[in-house]
């Protein structure tokens, strides 16, 4: 099965069961044809929306739990968290329409009652869904609409796990003080299941899978720094991990000057490689502390993640495109190139300045090597951005390649717009999506 019919099957899966109330509602509800009244009518909606919404919820903690089969499904842990931010936002959307339902149901003729399900007041049971709807809005939007690092992202999300918490407070209080009506035979067990499934799944992520795990143990047998980077190069202490080139990792460094929180990386490294590497960019206060590691010191390795390799896919015509410090999980592919010969790589590696092109030397030593790997330079504060015009005249035509990208986001989306427009198709366009990496 290819990734694209194992995306499809996913979110499939996904939709199915978010909407698994809808099916139980119309075989075990009342029925349509008993809602005879405007009151019936919204109440039912407002309940329905609230338990879709309560599902998508719980399925957003499932999709958290970096589970393999999970992210084989969806082509990669990146792309799992894509669909986790939107399923998120889907969830939302729905939960938000549980009570704008249930307020319809009393005006214009109980103005008081329908104020019972937007302020705070002596019901708790109400009182804990105010609170898990706003405190939804408040993180989701940070999460959706605000750029931040990822151990600030991390911790915003062990909030949503305290909503839902407070939600599921709410479903089973509330049934026993304003509403007394079931929409469905059954609903108590189906909001029972839903409950353990999201609880169940932030428990294990955020108390269960750390314990659970077998990390690696690494230890740094050299540092580098350079500018504003960092090349960290590990052996393992005991038996090393599998991994392929492109893909990323998420790291534990053991120094007491840094932080025990497990931060992900790619990995600039050939696949399978004796000597683990990376190489980071100061972006933010974990970063700068890199400076406190010293050879020796433990990592704990968590991965590999991701499907971001050439190898992965049947085309041999290849385009990369990199920016910045989006190069890393090119270096080990492009090291990999020198023992798959069969494959013709087109690469455009743009930087600001001639200083910020990583990894220069040994790009050019492979070009110069390898007939097949064609390697551009792109001084992009000379040059200006890369045009689909300066992609064609490296690569030729568009027809029958596969492009990889990875670089900042506005990069990504600016060429991956141009290569569509194009006429490149999508399923034919790669990119490392984790933008925390």
Not at 68 to 75: A, L, N, R, V
Not at 118 to 143: C, D, E, K, Q
Not at 317 to 336: D, H, K, R, S, Y
């Amino acid at each position: 099965m290819d990734y694209t019919t194992k995306k499809i099957f996913g979110w499939a899966f996904i939709l199915i069961v978010s909407f698994f109330p809808v099916y139980l509602w119309v075989v075990y509800g009342p029925g349509i044809e008993d809602l005879t009244s405007y009151a019936e009518i919204t109440h039912s909606l407002g309940e329905l929306f609230g338990l879709v919404g309560m599902t998508m919820f719980a399925l957003t903690f499932v999709l958290s739990t970096r589970i393999k089969f999970i992210e084989d499904i969806f082509g990669g842990l990146d792309k799992v968290y894509i669909v986790h931010g939107i399923l998120g936002g889907m969830a939302l959307i729905f939960i938000l329409f549980h009570p704008i339902f249930l307020v319809l149901k009393f005006i214009p003729q109980e103005i008081n009652r329908a104020a019972e399900y937007l302020l705070p007041s002596s019901y708790w049971s109400v009182n804990f869904g105010i609170i898990s709807i706003i405190g939804m809005i408040i993180l989701i939007f940070i999460t959706l609409f605000t750029k931040m690092k990822y151990n600030r992202w991390k911790f915003t999300h062990e909030f949503l796990g305290l909503m839902f918490a407070l939600a599921v407070l709410h479903i089973f209080l509330i049934r026993g003080t304003i509403s007394q009506d079931n929409i469905f035979e059954g609903y108590y067990l189906y909001a029972t299941a839903v409950s353990i499934i999201g609880l169940g799944a932030f428990s294990y992520s955020l108390f269960i899978k750390d314990r659970m795990m077998k990390n690696a143990v690494y230890k740094i047998s050299s540092l580098n720094q350079s500018k504003d980077l960092f090349e960290i190069n590990m052996v393992p202490d005991h038996k090393p991990i599998n991994y392929s080139a492109g893909q990323f990792l998420f790291l534990r460094f053991y120094n007491e000057n840094l932080s025990k929180e497990a931060h992900p990386f790619s990995i600039a490294s050939k696949s399978n490689s004796k000597e683990l590497k990376v190489i980071i960019k100061k972006l933010g206060d974990f970063t700068n502390k890199l400076e406190h590691l010293k050879v020796g010191d433990k990592v704990f390795v968590e991965g590999p993640y991701g499907r971001f390799n050439f190898k992965n896919y049947k085309c041999k015509n290849q385009v990369w495109i990199a920016a910045g410090i989006g190069i890393t999980p090119f270096l080990g592919m492009v090291e990999e190139l020198l023992d798959h010969r069969e494959y013709s790589v087109d690469m455009i590696f743009s930087a600001k300045d001639d200083t910020d092109f990583v990894g220069y030397n040994l790009l050019n030593d492979i070009a110069s090597a390898n007939k097949n790997f064609k390697f551009i330079p792109w001084n992009s504060s000379v040059k200006g951005h890369v045009e689909i015009k300066d992609i064609y005249d490296l690569a030729g035509k568009f027809r029958e390649k596969e492009f990889f990208l990875c670089g900042p986001e506005n990069f990504k989306q600016e060429i991956i717009e141009k290569l569509k427009k194009a006429g490149v198709k999508e399923k034919n366009i790669h990119e490392e999506a984790f933008d925390f990496v």
